[in-house]
Every structure is written in structure tokens, then in C-alpha cells.
């Protein structure tokens, strides 16, 4: 079992990275591989709703010149996907979502039954839109959603500041733990009849020095 993690950041080393880094982790510590993919920093397009990958049929976008179409084969050798995206203007980096709505439109076959999962990182606000933005095209796909503790959220502005997010690195951990046991229920792996998961460790932003 294989999940596919989508760093949708400009920066590669950035606090996505980070955040997806610990689902990753985790993920090993349960028995599950997993793929990132930097979406980088060329241009990604937006959907022009030409209809070729349709009238095609082929699960493909008709455009080859950004990452899109190396997603979708990708996918097809996974069993899940996250895909991770910093927060700006209160909503997913640009590319990240362009790069979701054309994947999911071409390459639904490649997609859809599988688990799947957003992550957003953010300096302060915005976090709940941008997250909930990426989770609803999942929904259309008939993706199960994989949930955590909290919104998959993770807090940070200089980069791998997000490591001192405790919560948020645990919410990573949970989402992590849960995608596991979903997907070795799904295959017929014999577990528990639920996830095992850490003891709650809230954080407050709030702080007096």
C-alpha cells in the first residue's frame, strides 16, 4: 500500500514540506509507503473545460506541459493521496489548486474509491477556507475522506517553523494513523477495530513571553 503526498508549495523545503513530512513518518511507522511529489515552480494552468481529456477517454489532460498528467500515472500505483498547500489570501497556493481540479477531472479513473486527504499551513488565518477548498473536490470524486483530531491545519511562517506546532504535528500524525488503518481495512488486513492514536496535546498560540 502506497499513498501519494503532493507538496503544493513554491517552496520545496518550506512548511508543507514539513507538515508532510511528519504524515509520511508516521505513515512508515504503520507499514505504509509513500511518494511525494514537489509540484515545483513552473507555471501550472488552470482548466480551460476543453472536454478532450473526455472525448479522449484516456485519463489524461490534453495539455502535457506542466506536472498534471506525471500526477495521474502517479496516482495510478498509489492507494490514497494527500495533497498539501500553504494558505494565501485565504485560500490554497494557485497551482495547488489548479493542479487538483484538472487532475481529478482527467484522471478521476485513476482517483476515484481511493482515501484522500488535505493539509494547509498557514502563518495565522485562512486556514479553515483553504482546507475546506481542497477536501470538497474529493468529496465529488466518491474519495473517502480521511479526517484527524482537528482540521488538518499546521501553523508557521519562517521556514520549518511549523515543526513547533505540537498540535499541529500531531493532527498530522492522527490523519496519518487513520489513512493507515482505513487503508488496511479496505485491503483485508486483520486490525483493530480502531486506530490507535496519541493522547491529546492541545496548543495555545498564546503565549506570555
Known sequence: MKVLLINGSPRKEGN?????????????????????????????????????????ADSRCVFNDD??????????????????????WGQPAAQALALQQRMLYAGGANFIGKPAAAVCVCRRGGATAAFQTLQMPFQMCNMPIVTSQYWNIAYGREEGETARDIEGMQTMRTLACNMAWMLKKIHGVEIGDKPEREPWTPMNFIRTN
Do not use: H
Open 16 to 56: 508543507t514540506s514539513v507538515a508532510l513530512a511528519e504524515v509520511a513518518l508516521q505513515l512508515a511507522a504503520q507499514g505504509i509507503d509513500s511518494d511525494t511529489i514537489w509540484i515545483g515552480r513552473k507555471a501550472v494552468r488552470g482548466c480551460i473545460a476543453c472536454g478532450k481529456c473526455k472525448e479522449n
Open 67 to 88: 506536472i498534471t498528467n506525471t500526477v495521474i500515472e502517479r496516482m495510478a500505483e498509489c492507494d490514497a493521496i494527500v495533497i498539501g498547500a500553504p494558505v494565501y
